[in-house]
């Protein structure tokens, strides 16, 4: 049997369920029983009957995952998988942010730890984050953290004054705009698809914003079928965001060309937390049950609320 068989096996014995992330390395995602983006994998696990969950991400993943389901196993193949963007936000930090500040609602991203959630009155992603915010009374003050981009992005949006937390991720901070824009001019009619984490400087020559489960959907549904491929091959996008999102892409668009923008210098605009996962982790993880992912049950207990008033409201 094959590695892949017998991944595929253990889960069948062991009911378990294999989420993973867009950002996962192409033969991670090409195993997984579920691949999304944040919003999709926290609504999965919520509603998942296996009885073990393992998530092909990283660690702020694993802990929603498991803060949703505290009677789930959940197993993270990677457990050194960090976030630059959770990092940048540490909980005494928030509660220091909201002690200045105690008539502010705190508006979370999900890329936080569970000791940040437990801060946070409502948590959102990429994909909801824009429709929460609006669904905040107008009055009242918010502070928006961590990532200072995403935020700026709301706030055009909608018009509001958030004040926002200095953090964000570098793999979105290392666009090119440089690079997008030679891009642009060789390809005058490819599209820009861009997630909101990326700087200003790139999101001003996006024609669509939004999670890599958004711009996944826009390309799709603006690409034509694989059978109507006369036109098809002059179809491109320009995509600004982790690379790893042009796999599912590619696959769901066959006959379109995806071009990622690189980041600045040439360099690499993969993160490398995401790729550390791979086919050899995922299986030991889940033939051993290892890398277990345990949340403090106080911290949990109050980073629910947030989590679950993100799921109401989107
Ligand atoms: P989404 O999954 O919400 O698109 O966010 C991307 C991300 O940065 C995950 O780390
Ligand atoms: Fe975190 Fe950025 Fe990697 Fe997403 S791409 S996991 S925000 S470091």
Redesign the pocket.
Known sequence: MNIVEEIRRLCTEKNAIIMA?Y?QRPEVQDVADFIG???ALAQVAAKTDADIIVMCG?HFMAETAKILCPSKKVLIPAPQAG?SLADSCKAEDLAAWKAVHPEHVVVSYV?TSAAVKALTDVVV???NALKIVNQLPEDKPVLFGPDQNLGSYINKMTGRQMDLWNGG?HVHARFSEEALLALKAQYPDAKVLA?P?CKASILQHADVIG???ALLNYAIANSPSPISNSEASHIRYIIATESGILHEMQKACPEVEFIAVPAEGGGCNECEYMRMCTLQNLHDCLLNESNEIIVDEAVAKDAIRPIQRMLEMS
């Open positions: 992330h950002y983006d944040s919003l990283v976030c890329n992603t990429s994909s991720c997630h984490e999670s890599t489960q």
